[in-house]
């Protein structure tokens, strides 16, 4: 899977062999090196930063998937640079001696997209570590990790991510196509589910006054909003989905509509620079270099129309969303 960002994006992710146990929390996290401009550009083979993965489950560890930026890079006053690191944790099935991690689909879209923030913080080169990576506007940082997700839905880039673990035989084409195809498999109750998160999250953390914050019933809010936007009747039994909502206080507070918001830039930039060459190293240097290099040391809105070429627009979106591309 490394390899497909190495191609897109013109870098190189190398595993340190016998680290110093010194830099890493467990056996199974792994350190790798990041450099970029292996074939175009210059400086040649410049170290980027560092890369931790922390991959399979164990007791007592965090239960999701994340990126988690350790240090944010930034110039030096000696004109040199400090490198960023980040680590990727997740928790896929672990190896054993007989068989390999076999992920599901589900799991590979998920690496694709945390690894694309980690990426992100990687390749981002600011003058100030307050700027860096995905220290971006929080309804765009989930932008360039969403459409890193198109990858694991695309035919010819699926076949070469498949295989059987012990043959070696590819994934049939009329699997990959059904696959495919199950993309769309209920897209309209997602977004209206995304839609009543959102509008959740901002209705309480707009609420301005404390007679309103003492009078607030989370449960009927929840539950009204879950019937009337996410068209899911309640037959009168109270949820408290909210309790398992951990975005309400994880740093998304207020923000959590951006996961919806972003996905029109992601497919946008999609649509316009990888959908008819998914590995085009051009667009994917293009990309990286206006989009993920500033972070926000400049206007998003910059970058986004350096690559597009013009204003961002819903039409690739919505094309996406009701399954007409």
């Keep these: 899977m490394f390899s497909f960002y190495e191609t897109i994006f013109d870098i190189k992710l190398h595993q340190i062999e016998n680290p110093d146990p010194k830099t890493l929390w467990h056996p199974d996290a792994k350190l790798l090196a990041v450099y970029q401009n292996i074939t175009h ?6 170290f980027m930063g560092w890369l931790y993965i922390d991959l399979h489950p164990r007791e007592g560890k965090y ?8 240090g944010g890079g930034y110039q030096l006053s000696d004109g040199g640079r400090m490198t960023p690191v980040t680590a990727l944790v997740c928790n896929f099935t ?3 001696k007989t068989k390999p ?26 003058k100030y570590s307050r700027f860096h990576g995905t220290a971006v506007p929080r309804d765009f ?3 360039p990790s969403q459409m890193l997700e198109f990858w694991t839905w695309s035919k010819n880039e699926l076949k070469k991510l498949t295989a059987h673990y012990e043959t070696g035989e590819p994934i049939s084409d009329d699997l990959i196509d059904s696959l495919i195809k199950s993309k769309h498999v209920n897209t309209g109750l997602l977004n209206l589910r995304q839609l009543q998160l959102g509008l959740f999250d901002m209705a309480l953390h707009t609420v301005d006054n404390e007679k309103d914050l003492e009078t607030l019933d989370l449960a009927k809010l929840w539950n009204g909003y879950r019937e009337s936007i996410s068209l899911l009747q309640t037959d009168g039994i109270k949820t408290h989905g909210y309790s398992t909502f951990g975005h309400l206080a994880g740093g ?9 918001y ?29 989009v993920l290099r500033p972070g926000d040391s400049r206007d998003i809105m910059i970058g986004l129309k350096e690559v597009l070429g013009r204003e961002p627009n819903s039409d690739a979106f919505l094309q996406e969303m009701l399954g007409s591309n």
């Design 262 to 290: 972003s996905q029109v830039f992601a497919n946008d930039i999609y649509y316009t620079l990888f959908k008819k060459d998914p590995m085009s190293v051009e667009s994917g240097l293009k990309y990286r270099d206006s």
């Design 141 to 143: 940082v989930e932008t």
């Design 63 to 70: 239960t999701h998937a994340a990126n988690f930026p350790l």
């Design 41 to 46: 550009g210059s400086p040649k083979n410049q």
């Design 94 to 96: 672990k190896p054993t």
């Design 101 to 126: 991690s076999l992920l599901q689909h589900s799991e590979v879209t998920t690496f694709f997209h945390e690894l694309g923030h980690g990426i992100h913080n990687i390749l981002s080169q600011t």
């Design 252 to 260: 998304y507070e207020s923000g959590y509509y951006g996961y919806l």
